[in-house]
């Protein structure tokens, strides 16, 4: 409201200055006019021969001279009669009218006159008709300062509170918008700040806040639910080790230190499991950065089936010179998760394929072609309705997963962040037996 106010009042002051200035051009010019006219009217008498020594003064009172093709006065006002020639200026041909500012001379000393002088041609000579008028000082009437004042002032104010309302009724959206986020952050966090009727800014700021607010509170409930699984999934290893050395402490002579120590063992590493896939989760979360240099595919798969033991059949068919940009350790992670995942849930077979394809249209991110690597097992497979939801951390479907079948429900959602964090995609597809996962990763333009 106050920068409104002052860039009216400076307005407003820019405007009376123009308009005082504007009134004193106006001025000279009706004067310039005037002194003209009065000396047209004697050119017109010279023209036709019809002046005397004695001109009648004109009904303004202008003192006008005619001056001979000689310099002398010819005939003059009763003002001027008998003095010298006002001005020994004459218009430049091919004009016949020209103007000066005189001072002194007929005029007195220290007093300047507006001289405008017009040429008549006769008897074979140049005439000269003089016609002058005081030079007016700029002066302005302090009754129209005063105007000028009293309305600018008024126009300021009126400004200045109709901004002030208009300011204040538009941002009362807005107090109640904080006003229900500070009940929001004091109290319940499923509350929702009211949105404006009308389309606008504070409308669309509004449901912003609203969609920000829906967003927090389900990442606070993933949280939650996430701290809730994550303890869930230590607890049970750690409670196994209690339960074990307690036994093993209530009746040393009755337990067996190796099987003991198997047994603590095998708890140990389910809970140095849970521990690193936390933290690979954490880093992926917050975005870690990581090396990108050119993969083979093929090779990287390779490389995984020569550094595992598998429990089921493995049939690799892994096309040469499929290379993509990305972390061979995260790749090889999320590899290495999906054959987990297969090899847990296959009954004899898991098949593996590395291909490339031609890109998809409509898609920026293969602009370049697709990678893919196919994993098949011949297990019971996941229903469709299901197939996203084993890709939610600690998610296990009861009939094809289960704690005794070793997951802690990190793998999958493991897999597809490295996926996309890649700016490939992992998914689920049809298949005529078992589950058939689909990893689609953007072709290296690198050789």
Request: include cysteine; hydrophobic fraction near 40%.
């Amino acid at each position: 409201m106050l920068f409104t106010g002052t860039v009216v009042a400076l307005l407003c002051a820019a405007f009376s200055v123009v308009l005082v200035w504007a009134l004193h051009l106006t001025a000279d010019e009706n004067l310039m006019r005037e002194v003209t006219a009065a000396g047209g009217r004697v050119a017109y008498l010279v023209d036709r021969g019809q002046v005397g020594s004695v001109l009648p003064p004109d009904g303004q009172d202008r003192p006008v001279q005619v001056v001979g093709p000689q310099g002398r006065v010819q005939a003059a006002t009763p003002d001027v009669l008998g003095k010298p020639a006002m001005a020994t200026f004459h218009p430049r041909p091919p004009l016949r009218k020209a103007t000066r500012e005189v001072c002194n001379g007929v005029f007195g000393p220290g007093k300047c006159d507006i001289v405008v002088a017009q040429q008549v041609y006769r008897d074979g000579g140049d005439w000269t008709v003089y016609s002058a008028a005081p030079v007016q000082a700029f002066h302005v009437s302090p009754l129209l300062v005063a105007g000028l004042a009293v309305g600018s002032t008024l126009v300021t104010a009126a400004v200045a509170y109709g901004t002030w309302r208009s300011v204040k009724r538009a941002l009362m959206p807005v107090r109640a918008i904080r006003a229900e986020l500070d009940e929001i952050n004091a109290s319940d966090l499923g509350r929702r700040v009211p949105v404006p009727a009308a389309r606008g800014e504070i409308h669309d700021l509004a449901q912003s806040v609203n969609y920000t607010l829906d967003r927090l509170e389900e990442t606070l409930e993933q949280q939650r639910r996430f701290t809730s699984d994550a303890s869930h999934e230590l607890r049970s290893p750690i409670t196994a080790i209690r339960a074990q050395v307690e036994d093993a402490l209530l009746a040393p002579q009755e337990s067996d230190l190796r099987e003991i120590g198997q047994a603590v063992l095998k708890s140990l590493e389910r809970l140095q499991a849970i521990a690193s896939d936390l933290l690979t989760l954490a880093r992926l979360d917050a975005g870690a950065p990581c090396e990108r240099e050119p993969l083979d595919l093929g090779r990287l798969v390779a490389a995984e089936l020569d550094a595992r033991r598998p429990v089921r059949r493995v049939v690799p068919h892994l096309a040469p010179g499929v290379v993509v940009r990305g972390d061979r350790i995260r790749l090889g992670r999320l590899v290495t998760n999906l054959l987990d995942n297969a090899e847990r849930h296959a009954a004899t077979t898991v098949r593996l394929e590395v291909r490339r394809e031609d890109p998809p249209d409509g898609d920026p991110r293969f602009r370049s072609g697709l990678a893919v690597l196919e994993v098949l097992d011949d297990g019971a497979g996941i229903a469709r309705q299901e197939r996203e939801l084993v890709f939610q951390r600690f998610t296990r479907l009861d009939t094809a997963r289960s704690r005794h079948a070793g997951g802690a429900g990190l793998g999958l959602p493991i897999a597809r962040q490295i996926a996309e964090s890649h700016g490939g995609t992992l998914t689920i597809i049809d298949s005529p037996r078992g589950a058939c996962f689909l990893l689609r990763l953007p072709l290296s333009r690198e050789p």
